[in-house]
């Protein structure tokens, strides 16, 4: 009796060391990482004024990254571009150095900052990336809003307010905004790392949408995101431009996202039924136009 009660006491000691020991792990894993990324903002250059004012060379930093790409070469890492503007509705929203709207996303976290985007996540959402030593042009947002945080490839990934920020691989043209409210995770950031949008907690602007009478009553809509699943879950395509533009994906949408109006119509080449529509619609259903979009009116 004695023995097994000696034995019981060894065997719950020996589990608590090994818990304890998982614990400190864990705990020393997240300080190093918090240590590495406060070293490598130590050894960035901050600089106030845009990356053009500053002679930045050609070819460099933001201006080498491909529209929707992830920053895979080395000269794509060397600057990085933060300037308070207007992108669409959004305004103010943080875009780089290229006029590239930048976003955050809902299931990162801001104290402590960290990353949960990555694999096929981190290339529908390239995240913007500095390399240690490199710059970061400030322009309009305040210093002690900005840091980096070290990602789990090693990476250094810029922060706004805490929150890690990234480019969205459908915005192809500078202002773009084609991520505001996917999957309602995903927003611009606001210069001090808020959700750009109306409401700015709120974040998506108008997510329900609403149908339009036949004049539109707002500005027309240059560009629109479709999403395969309602609240603008991807799959999803966008489409730019002015006139008719065919979908790719035929009868495939079941939520829109767009800046203004435009006419969505049943078939392509825009004709067959349509419907004016406004801003950004999470169920087409409602306007009888669910996995029926077949081409869209822009501008």
Do not use: H
Not at 146 to 169: A, I
């Amino acid at each position: 009796m004695i023995r097994n009660r000696f034995a019981a006491i060894a065997a719950t000691t020996a589990a608590a060391a090994l818990l304890l020991t998982a614990c400190n792990g864990t705990e020393n894993a997240a300080s190093a990482a918090r240590e590495g990324a406060a070293a490598a903002q130590g050894s960035l250059s901050f600089t106030s004024g845009s990356a053009k004012q500053n002679n930045a060379a050609p070819g460099t930093g933001d201006w080498a990254n491909s529209p929707g790409k992830p920053a895979s070469r080395p000269v794509a890492k060397k600057w990085v571009q933060l300037s308070a503007s207007q992108a669409g509705d959004l305004n103010p929203v943080v875009v780089n150095g290229a006029g590239f709207t930048l976003y955050r996303f809902d299931k990162d976290t801001a104290s402590p900052s960290k990353s949960n985007c990555s694999g096929e996540c981190a290339t529908t959402w390239p995240p913007v990336l500095v390399a240690p030593g490199g710059k970061i042009f400030i322009d309009g947002v305040n210093k002690s809003d900005v840091g980096v945080v070290k990602r789990d490839d090693g990476n250094l990934q810029v922060t706004v307010g805490g929150w890690p920020v990234y480019r969205f691989s459908k915005d192809l043209r500078p202002g773009d905004t084609n991520g505001q409210g996917v999957g309602g995770t995903w927003f611009g950031v606001t210069p001090d790392g808020r959700k750009a949008g109306a409401g700015e907690e709120g974040g998506a602007g108008d997510e329900g949408g609403s149908a339009g009478d036949e004049q539109g009553g707002a500005a027309p809509a240059t560009s629109v995101t479709l999403s395969d699943e309602r609240n603008f879950g991807d799959p999803s395509e966008g489409l730019a431009g002015a006139g008719c533009q065919n979908v790719a994906r035929d009868d495939s949408a079941s939520s829109l996202q767009a800046s203004g109006t435009l006419k969505i119509w049943s078939e392509k080449d825009c004709k067959g039924d349509s419907k004016v529509v406004q801003g950004n619609i999470a169920d087409l259903a409602p306007v009888g136009f669910d996995d029926r979009i077949s081409s869209v009116f822009l501008g």
